[in-house]
């Protein structure tokens, strides 16, 4: 059974810390490009941080420029988990995120998300 299951979303202060994880089942962890997604209500859904499934570039990994030196995506291949570390959080990074993947593209996710066909239920993240 294919599916992804998102954990660690909350509620907290503004410049607090919050760790999401993402624990994929039913797929070849190493060989799917890998991301995080966000949605706020009323806002248009944005790509977050990702990994390439790209051998060669299987640790690089890439962020939007709203999240650049705050959050860090990281991937454990052993417990087929992706987490996103979220540091210094402000209002504005409140939101649903979601943990998405697709087979061996090689793209690290920022503008090609679109073509993601796995995606988990979402966890919320509140910064008030």
């Known amino acids: 059974h294919v599916q992804l299951v998102e954990s660690g979303g909350g509620l907290v202060q503004p410049g607090e810390s919050l760790r999401l994880s993402c624990v994929a089942s039913?797929?070849?962890?190493?060989?799917?490009?890998m991301s995080w997604v966000r949605q706020a209500p009323g806002k248009e859904v944005e790509w977050v941080a990702g990994?390439?499934?790209?051998?060669?570039?299987?640790?690089?990994?890439s962020y939007a420029d709203s999240v650049k030196g705050r959050f860090t995506i990281s991937r454990d291949n052993a417990k087929d988990t992706l987490y996103l570390q979220m540091n210094s959080l402000k209002p504005d990074d409140s939101a649903m995120y979601y943990c998405a993947a697709v087979h061996g593209q090689y793209r690290n996710g920022c503008g090609t998300w679109t073509d993601y066909n796995l995606w988990g239920q979402g966890t919320q993240v509140t910064v008030s």
């Open positions: 990994f390439t499934s790209l051998p060669s570039l299987f640790r690089a990994a």
């Open positions: 039913g797929i070849t962890f190493t060989r799917h490009d």
